[in-house]
């Protein structure tokens, strides 16, 4: 696949390190809103031993089905989404923090907007959702993608397409891919979910996350 530009494809990841770095994340929600599995990931990160922000940008509303989610979110418009999470960004940097950005699916692409603006980002994970990015970007960022195989909203010529414009901005790419799951794997109440699936993404994560450096000790 490499040889044609296409995703490199990853699926093994090495167990978090003894005392790692504790990192402090800002989590954002996909377009099915704050739901309980989005806290339950926090949950997770925490008792993995980081500081975990997870903010409500829909302001309480959550969905079961992703078609209202959406029009939700073209109600709202992605300008004023993308207002709230910078506004829910701003104080956690406030003392010079160096945030690692994650999100789901929507969120994810709220996350990768923020981190390629934070010249300063430890990081950035991505759950089942990317973003465009300009073609003058630039970002040192080190990144990683878990994402269905095939994906509906994350489709195979927009993945290539994705990588091989952060991987020209100067990002250090990593998409981890996951046959037949569903959307939103990692989400146990909805039809999308994939325990396998959602069991070795976190897994992969945890250990991208404590191996980030440079980030502030617990």
């Known amino acids: 696949m490499g040889d044609h530009g296409a995703v490199p494809v990853t699926r093994a990841g ?6 790692a770095p504790v990192a402090q994340i800002i989590l954002f929600h996909s377009a099915q809103g704050r739901r309980p599995a989005v806290l339950e990931a926090a949950e997770r990160l925490r008792a993995a031993g980081h500081r ?3 903010p409500d940008l829909f302001e309480g509303r959550t969905f079961e089905d992703v078609e209202e989610g959406m029009a939700f979110v073209e109600e709202t418009g992605t300008d004023e989404l993308l207002r709230r999470a910078v ?14 950005y994650a999100g789901f ?3 994810g692409g709220l996350a990768q907007n923020l981190a390629l603006a934070d010249e300063h980002a430890r990081g950035l994970l991505l759950l089942h959702g990317t973003s465009d990015l300009r073609d003058d970007a630039a970002t040192a960022v080190p ?9 509906p909203f994350e489709t195979e010529d927009w993945l290539n397409a994705w990588y091989l414009r952060m991987v020209k901005a100067g ?10 799951a569903g959307h939103l794997f990692t989400d146990e109440g909805l039809a999308d979910y994939d325990a396998e699936a959602a069991r070795r993404t976190w897994a992969v994560a ?5 191996e980030l450096d440079g980030g502030e000790q617990g």
């Open 105 to 107: 699916s929507l969120g």
């Open 87 to 100: 506004a829910a960004a701003a104080p956690l940097l406030a003392d010079g923090t160096r945030l690692v």
């Open 171 to 180: 990002a250090d790419v990593e998409v981890h891919r996951y046959r037949g």
């Open 143 to 151: 990144v990683q993608l878990h994402v269905a195989e095939p994906d």
């Open 206 to 210: 945890l250990a991208f996350l404590a």
């Open 52 to 54: 975990v922000e997870a």
């Open 14 to 19: 090495r167990p978090p390190s003894p005392g």
